[in-house]
């Protein structure tokens, strides 16, 4: 095999490209899957496909080749062109024939291939072959390892820096494995202050060891998809696979591997709430959930600068650190009028101190009302992980059931049940995301009343399906799991699509302050 | 790969031996590991530090020249680009990759074709102008910002020490 072919593409032949891309799928060491592309839809027609790693491979390729149809360079040069647009073909096709090409090429950190005499003295890689016969004598020191040696040993890139090859390959294999090429997709000249970057081609030529060049496989993949705004990688550990949709939207998608998650922003599928508000409640439950207890129970604050103080003496006069504010820790009043005998201070309720408590008041009531949602949803997620548990429970039932007359089919309800049961829970805990940052208006309290049935429900059907599950009455308790799910199932619709009318119509307001 | 960096290094070894720069003298520790080296600074002229001589030890990866060695000097100091424990934070000693302030452009770090001679006129550099935007000592370049008279004066007293007076 040689080296040309280890690349995913070809330079200057697409008809042995059938043979490249097997190699590829040995290369990626990945087994090509039997399913192709499944095309799945959404109730509301929302085309995605899944793709496995060497589809997406596939893509990349396909990609760069569409675009070297029109604009005639190498297609290496290409895909760094394409990594610099974050993968819009249209956005490089206009710079590429609107604006300035040495400029786009200057931007992309190329050496335009147009432009064949290097700004350095040096000649080319591609010297005449005379040229290189008569340099062979000559002794050219490489400025990493300091060896001299024959001008022939010694290669580089476009910009003229030249470095003996063997420096090369382990400045390569650094970058490719140890520092994961910086999550950009490339790698510069190692002369100091040459950004010009390494086209794969060149990699490829270089770097010898197999391990080595999956890896910068794998990375340039990775790059492909992590700035293309139309594939996200399934977020399961060591899935592999790639979501591909036509449009960039906020919509459920189901990997192969059967995770359901978010398009947009890669969470967990999250109807009701919008990933914008997800993502910032995501971001202060890491931030705050736990401190914030803390400070609720240990802390008070500053009547003047609101700095938060934790009280570790037993002295009531307080100067705050900040501020330097006189004060009374049990009366959070100005310290002043106490003079030597602050149990005094409930006298001054009336006054200053009342303010300060008030004040102190509201930000405690943010805290509380943060901590009740908080709990709510943290706690519909911690049951969500228990229904697993309640699968392999449910599980034993059915088989236990099939042995008392009752059919495979008859059966399936209860599988049904445990489906619906974690589909309320998922919902229900992003309710609480949603309703926190929802300031109440008429539509909120509708909101909060399909709230209040839909968990009331599922947590009906929980209890059925844990605890009356395991009397005797199966016939009875087959109608009850199935009138209850049924009804969760049509509560939980209800409270979608009333929100997602209040999204259409923008019956929702938000508070700013949460 | 310890192969081509000890080839390097003893190349590098050489040419500063032969050719020294002013001011600096460098080599290892001991002839048998050419991967810790010692290196004796003198302060720049006209400047606080002047006449101070200042010894610091090179710590060099296996893989040198492809990551940077590290630096620390083993004499007081009281720098704003030096910690307080003799390291020394200086761009051209940090690979591209790692910069998780955010201060450093990556042209100004380390790449294979740095070495030992470039990362100790930096130094001397670094010694001659600090940079307090990016302080490693806080105290330092506190009081480099705010009290140059003191600054001098601790500069003045590290110089006196380096030279064991």
């Known amino acids: ?514 | 790969m310890a192969g081509s960096a000890l080839k390097r290094l003893m190349a590098e070894y050489k040419q500063l031996t032969l050719n020294p720069p002013e001011g600096i003298v460098a080599g290892p520790v001991d002839e048998e590991n050419f991967f810790e080296w010692e290196a004796l600074i003198t302060g720049p002229e006209e400047t606080c530090f002047e006449g101070g001589v200042f010894a610091a030890k090179l710590t060099f990866p296996s893989d040198y020249p492809l990551s940077p060695p590290k630096m620390k000097f083993t004499c007081d100091i009281f720098h704003p680009n030096i910690y307080s424990d003799g390291r020394v934070c200086i761009s051209i000693l940090h690979a591209p990759g790692d910069d998780p302030m955010g201060y450093e452009s990556s042209a100004e770090r380390w790449s294979p074709v740095q070495s030992v001679e470039k990362i100790l006129l930096s130094v001397v550099s670094m010694l001659a102008e600090p940079n307090d935007e990016s302080a490693a000592n806080v105290d330092a370049a506190k009081t480099w910002r705010d009290n140059r008279a003191r600054f001098n004066e601790i500069a003045h007293q590290t110089v006196r020490k380096s030279l064991g007076l």
């Open chain 1, 1 to 514: 095999m040689n080296s040309e072919d280890d690349l995913f593409y070809n330079d200057d032949d697409s008809a042995h490209e059938m043979d490249d891309d097997d190699d590829d799928f040995v290369e990626m060491g990945i087994e090509p899957e039997p399913t192709s592309t499944n095309e799945k839809t959404d109730v509301e027609v929302f085309l995605y496909e899944v793709l496995t790693t060497e589809q997406i491979v596939q893509h990349m390729v396909d990609c760069i080749k569409e675009v070297n149809t029109v604009v005639q360079i190498p297609a290496t040069t290409t895909r760094i062109l394409l990594n610099h647009f974050k993968w819009d073909k249209e956005k490089l096709m206009d710079c590429y024939y609107d604006g300035d090409q040495e400029k786009l090429f200057l931007e992309a950190h190329v050496i335009s291939p147009f432009k064949k005499t290097p700004n350095a003295k040096k000649r080319t890689t591609r010297a005449t072959s005379a040229a290189v016969a008569a340099s062979v004598q000559q002794e050219v020191t490489c400025e990493i390892c300091y060896l001299a040696l024959p001008a022939t040993l010694m290669t580089g890139l476009e910009c003229g820096h030249k470095f003996c090859i063997q420096c090369w390959t382990e400045y390569l294999t650094t970058k490719i494995m140890d520092e994961g090429m910086g999550q950009v997709g490339t790698i510069s000249c190692a002369a100091h202050n040459c950004d010009i970057l390494v086209d794969d081609a060149t990699v490829m030529k270089l770097v010898k060891d197999p391990k080595v060049k999956l890896k910068y496989q794998h990375l340039i993949t990775n790059s492909f998809v992590e700035c293309n705004r139309l594939l996200r990688w399934c977020p399961m550990p060591d899935c592999g696979h790639v979501v591909k949709v036509q449009f960039f939207d906020s919509k459920p998608v189901s990997c192969n591997c059967g995770h359901i998650f978010c398009f947009a922003c890669g969470e967990n599928w999250h109807d009701p709430v919008r990933c914008m508000w997800l993502k910032r409640w995501i971001k202060k439950c890491d931030d705050d959930s736990e401190t914030s207890n803390w400070i609720a129970a240990n802390t008070k604050e500053c009547p003047k600068c609101h700095s938060t103080i934790e009280k570790d003496g037993g002295c009531n006069h307080m100067v705050c650190k900040k501020c330097r504010f006189d004060f009374c820790w049990v009366c959070l009043g100005p310290w002043e009028p106490h003079g030597s005998s602050w149990y005094n201070c409930n006298r001054y309720d009336e006054d200053e101190a009342k303010k300060a408590r008030d004040s102190q008041e509201k930000s405690r009531s943010a805290l509380q009302r943060y901590l009740f949602y908080c709990n709510r949803y943290m706690n519909h997620m911690q049951s969500l992980k228990f229904e697993s548990k309640l699968y392999a429970s449910i599980r034993l039932k059915m088989e236990e059931m099939q042995q008392h007359n009752m059919s495979w089919i008859e059966v399936q309800f209860l599988k049904k049940a445990v489906d619906v049961l974690c589909q309320c829970r998922q919902t229900l805990m992003y309710t609480y995301v949603f309703a926190f940052y929802l300031r109440k208006n008429n539509q909120s309290i509708i909101f909060e009343e399909n709230q209040k049935d839909l968990e009331n429900s599922t947590e009906h059907l929980s209890e059925y399906l844990e605890r009356d599950i395991t009397s005797d009455m199966l016939v009875d308790i087959k109608q009850k799991v199935q009138d209850k799910y049924r009804y969760c199932e049509s509560r939980r619709k209800v409270l979608l699509d009333h929100v997602h009318e209040g999204y259409e119509r923008e019956l929702w307001d938000y508070l700013d302050s949460a």
